[in-house]
């Protein structure tokens, strides 16, 4: 085992044990409420007898993260289905099963139990059963970006789906899962943190929502045969989680800069528009650009994004247990020079860099199959494939940087001039980044994502 693997392994435990021990604290206290805000009673209490908007066909929570949007409405979903009927079967959605355990199963047991629900999750077949008294109903556990999903949600009748974090799911599993919501007055239930405004369940839900549109609107719509949405929609911040402390809130909001804070801390449908790293500070001595190399470096690492027609960019970083900072760059750019490097040639020059320092790993694009392949038959080096999620990669390296975990030797003046021209693409519908300048900021973000969030997993 590698030095990271072991590392990673004994966060594992670390993680396993922590786990238990919660569990344990968790079974012997039961779920501690919190008194619950008005938007999270909204939530709970819209389809009851008593609610003038009984009648809706679902609700629509979206907004901050951290807000109370997953614990409010999981529960009202359990108890809404429990209150309404017998015998039947209902979807529940995460963006994978596994996530949905984490981040919705664990809690929702918890107070299922704490108000007399007997529960039994089936994991295997990934049911959960709740009854009470005479009453029982079957909810079946999908992943939307689970293939599996895809394929096994066609065979449900449902009088009900939730889906948490929808989001970051297929649009074609959503639409398959209301498909399957054929029950009478069965109804729909969505939360999400925001994305693009263009993203399609901004579009083609949100915004088909009565709630959004004036009476004429839905007069005219109507007459033209429109499609609109019979959905009640709610819009939440932290401040509706009460269960929040003001540092914890602090904390979340020092985390996020730019459209990751007016996404995720304002909860806004907004565009990633220009610089992708804008509070990028390129003054040397500043923020970001040091005049010095790292004192107290524990580890070595390199990362790379593979090149031959287009750019090759490696970066050798070090590390404190704390910080990382670039201290050198090799970047070739085989268009300016005219002469293209073979995998060979580009190793030597990763080896110049490395010098005589112990370096504990080389991540390297994941695509670069050959290179990998050249690091490996040297034996000097152990090569990781990166871990490749651009916008879970940009939005780790956004964090690393407004909290000055990651900065740069003042002479890394490839990476420092990337800095200033790496941008968000105004041509595309979905979050994209222009492909142009973007190799060490491509190296840079495999560096922050697949090895300094997992070093420093605890403080996040
Ligand atoms: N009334 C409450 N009583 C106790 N704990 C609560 C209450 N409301 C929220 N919480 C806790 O606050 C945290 C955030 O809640 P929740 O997961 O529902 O937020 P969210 O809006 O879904 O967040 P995200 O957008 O990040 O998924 C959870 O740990 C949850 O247990
Ligand atoms: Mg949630």
Redesign the pocket.
């Known amino acids: 085992m590698s030095g990271i693997d072991e590392r990673i392994e004994n966060i594992r435990k670390g993680i396993m044990k922590r786990a238990a021990a919660m569990k344990a604290k968790v079974k012997k206290q039961g ?6 805000s008005v938007k ?1 009673k909204k939530v709970l209490t819209w389809w009851c007898p008593a609610s003038p908007v009984k009648d809706s066909d679902g609700i629509i929570a979206d ?10 409405m999981s529960l009202s979903y359990v108890l809404w289905a429990m209150n309404t009927y017998n015998g039947q079967d209902f979807g529940m959605a995460g963006k994978t099963i596994g996530s949905f355990r984490r ?1 919705v199963l664990r ?1 929702l047991l918890v107070m299922l139990k704490s108000r007399g629900y007997k529960t039994n999750y089936n994991r295997s077949d990934n049911i959960l059963t709740v009854t009470k008294g005479d009453v029982f109903n079957n909810f079946y556990i999908f992943g939307g970006k689970d293939e599996a999903s895809q394929d096994l949600v066609q065979g449900l009748t449902a009088a009900g789906f939730f889906f948490d ?1 929808v989001a970051l799911m297929p649009e074609s599993f959503v639409n398959q899962a209301t498909g399957r919501c054929s029950v009478t007055g069965s109804k729909y239930w969505f ?1 999400c ?1 925001p994305e693009s405004p263009q993203h399609w369940f901004k579009s083609k839900w949100i915004d088909k929502s009565r709630c959004h549109l004036s009476e004429e609107e839905i007069a005219e719509m109507e007459q033209e045969g429109k499609e609109q949405k019979n959905l009640i929609y709610l819009h ?1 911040t932290m401040d509706d ?4 402390a003001e540092d914890i809130k602090k904390r979340y909001r020092s985390m996020y800069v730019g459209v990751f804070f007016k996404r995720y801390i304002e909860g806004l449908w907004c565009v990633a528009e220009g610089l992708v790293y804008s509070m990028f500070d390129d003054t040397v001595g500043g923020k970001h650009v040091k005049a010095e190399h790292m004192t107290g470096v524990r580890e070595w690492v390199v990362s790379i994004d593979y090149g031959t027609v287009n750019p090759f960019a490696a970066g050798l970083w070090a590390f404190d247990g704390k910080h990382a900072q670039k201290e050198y760059e090799y970047y070739y750019d085989s268009r300016e020079t005219g002469v293209r490097r073979d995998d060979e040639t580009h190793y030597q020059e990763v080896c110049k860099l490395i010098g005589d320092r112990k370096v504990t790993f080389i991540i390297v694009d994941p695509s670069a199959a050959s290179f990998i392949e050249c690091i490996k038959k040297h034996g000097t080096f152990i090569a990781k494939g990166a871990l490749n999620d651009v916008l879970d990669g940009i939005r780790v390296q956004t964090t690393f940087l407004n909290k000055g975990i990651i900065s740069y030797y003042k002479d890394c003046k490839a990476t420092i001039s990337e800095y200033g021209l790496y941008s968000w693409d105004m041509e595309s519908v979905e979050d994209a980044v222009v492909k142009e300048f973007d190799h060490c900021m491509d190296s840079d973000r495999y560096l922050c994502y697949t090895y300094l969030r997992k070093i420093l997993r605890w403080k996040y």
């Open positions: 779920f501690k409420f919190q008194p619950f999270q907004g901050a993260i951290r807000s109370g949007k997953t614990i409010s981040n809690w974090e939360n943190n939440f989680n009460l269960s929040l």
